[in-house]
């Protein structure tokens, strides 16, 4: 595990000190979620960037949860919240105006089931996330990285997908989705050669999928969107 040197500066002062006078969540009550009383209630803070969570303490119920990897203003989130209250989602973003703005948002839409959480994607999916306890993670438009030499900062490569695949349930899924053409090619022939996920098709038609903020930019200036979508064995 990075040592705390490393992931202080990531983390808000002002998270760590609310985080220091949350009350611990009971993991063995499970209601349904309650509505959050103001918009910051909707950010998640772990009291400890450097345990685990347990399930319990991302939401208190077993219902299937959800996770969008840079959420970005939360378009994608609130559709999919919205059309399923039965399901729970967690958005992960580093971007404090961007966390805050989806916590408002998510407030003024009245969602219980969903949260943000600001953190880095890679160290939350390694370190934080429970183990085989995600229906689904979303990567929905991460930033390319163009240039070769910037390449290593991909997100999709092996140390992610072992990440993602430890983080599923067993049958859970990752969906990706970007429109950049070479990156998608490296995607493919990332997944293609861990043995942890298998490849299948994209979501069938009928399945609700809501647009993200990137997807409606980029499809009004007519670029085309590549999807990937892969299980984990069952
Ligand atoms: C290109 S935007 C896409 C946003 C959204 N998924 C969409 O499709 O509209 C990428 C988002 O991921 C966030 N991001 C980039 N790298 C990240 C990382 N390593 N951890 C967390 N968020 C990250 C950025 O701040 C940004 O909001």
């Known amino acids: 595990m990075p040592s705390s040197a490393t992931h202080r500066h990531q983390i808000p002062l002002a998270c760590r000190k609310?985080?220091?006078q949350k009350k611990p969540v009971s993991v063995t009550s499970a209601p349904a979620p309650v509505l959050p009383r103001a918009p910051e209630d909707?950010?998640?803070l772990p009291e400890d960037y450097f345990r685990r969570l347990a399930?319990?303490?991302i939401f208190p119920d077993e219902a299937p949860l959800?996770?969008?990897l840079g959420s970005g203003d939360g378009s994608f989130l609130l559709s999919m919240a919205e059309k399923h209250p039965e399901r729970r989602f967690l958005g992960v973003e580093r971007l404090l105006g961007r966390v805050r703005k989806l916590c408002r948002r998510s407030h003024q839409h009245g969602l219980p089931n969903l949260k943000v959480l600001r953190l880095?994607?890679?160290y939350t999916v390694e370190w934080l996330l429970p183990r085989q306890s995600i229906a689904r993670i979303?990567?929905?438009f991460p930033d390319p990285w163009p240039?070769?030499?910037h390449h290593k900062r991909r997100l999709v490569q092996e140390p992610f997908l072992r990440a993602v695949q430890a983080a599923l349930l067993p049958g859970g899924e990752?969906?990706?989705r970007t429109d950049h053409a070479e990156y998608f090619e490296w995607a493919l022939e990332q997944v293609e050669a861990f043995e942890g996920l298998k490849l299948v098709d994209w979501l069938p038609e009928e399945e609700f999928y809501a647009e993200t903020d990137f997807q409606r930019q980029w499809a009004e200036v007519g670029r085309s969107v590549h999807s990937l979508r892969a299980v984990t064995a069952s």
Do not use: G, P, T, V
């Open 18 to 20: 609310a985080a220091c």
């Open 42 to 44: 909707n950010e998640l």
């Open 55 to 57: 399930r319990a303490e």
């Open 66 to 68: 959800e996770i969008d």
């Open 120 to 122: 880095e994607s890679l």
């Open 138 to 140: 979303h990567l929905l």
């Open 147 to 149: 240039k070769a030499k």
């Open 174 to 176: 990752l969906l990706f």
